[in-house]
């Protein structure tokens, strides 16, 4: 079974707006690290947070990790076109495992 | 660097046909990943590599499935003989580590098999 679950699993917004995707996890986990991918190419990592992290930024990105509640949450705040992809949420210690993503659509 | 080299980037073929799906991590990097992306089961690990070494192949779905990577600068995933089902995209990543480190994928090989 897949380890993380993002929610929602679709979401379409207005440029300028803000995005946030959901992910949930069953297990304990030491990282959680957040890909993008755009259609027909490959994930690329955004950001990476660790299990005695609570929130983390890189530019417009907010990452944010409830451990307690085993979930992370993530913002993309001023939202472009090129903005649009699937987000995938990523655990694991040895190994990551990927939930099914939130496929991002951001209208000009 | 160029990243994550795969190869072909399109293969179409009959069923039972052989399929083999090339890869070039990038220079440096201990740990190679080959993964499938499907809409039904989304992005599955199937194996991973370090420096060379087959670590975990209990992803691999079925025998007709076997990777290779005779060295540090080339993999190879190969179905024989292929069935519909296998139809997916195929990815390649590669890192310096497992815990704490990202991964860098190649932009996968979609396979479709007639």
Redesign the interface.
């Known amino acids: 079974s897949q380890q993380g679950e993002e929610d929602p699993q679709a979401l379409s917004i207005q440029e300028g707006e803000n995005a946030t995707m959901n992910c949930s996890y069953k297990t304990s986990i030491n990282n959680l690290q957040w890909y993008r991918q755009n259609s027909g190419r490959g994930l690329v990592h955004l950001i990476l947070i660790r299990s005695n992290e609570r929130e983390k930024h890189s530019g417009r990105l907010r990452v944010t990790l409830d451990t307690s509640k085993k979930s992370s949450s993530l913002l993309i705040t001023a939202s472009r076109a090129a903005d649009t992809a699937s987000y995938f949420c990523a655990t694991g210690y040895s190994t990551l495992t990927f939930g099914k993503g939130t496929m991002l659509l951001v209208s000009p | 660097d160029a990243g ?1 080299i795969q190869s072909p980037r399109h293969e179409v073929t009959e069923m039972g046909q052989e399929v083999t799906l090339r890869c070039k991590p990038i220079s440096g990097h201990d740990y190679l ?1 080959w993964y499938r992306q499907t809409m039904m089961r ?2 599955e ?1 199937l194996i ?1 590599f370090n420096n060379n070494v087959p670590i ?1 192949d209990s992803g691999m779905p079925e025998d007709r499935f076997s990777a290779k990577m005779p060295n540090a600068s080339f993999s190879t995933l190969k179905i024989q003989p292929s069935e519909p089902r296998d139809s997916a995209v195929y ?1 390649c ?1 590669s890192s310096l580590g ?3 480190h ?7 090989t979609r396979l479709t098999v007639l």
């Open positions: 994550v990943f989304g992005l690990l991973y975990d990815f990543a497992t815990s704490y990202e991964q860098f994928f190649g932009p996968g």
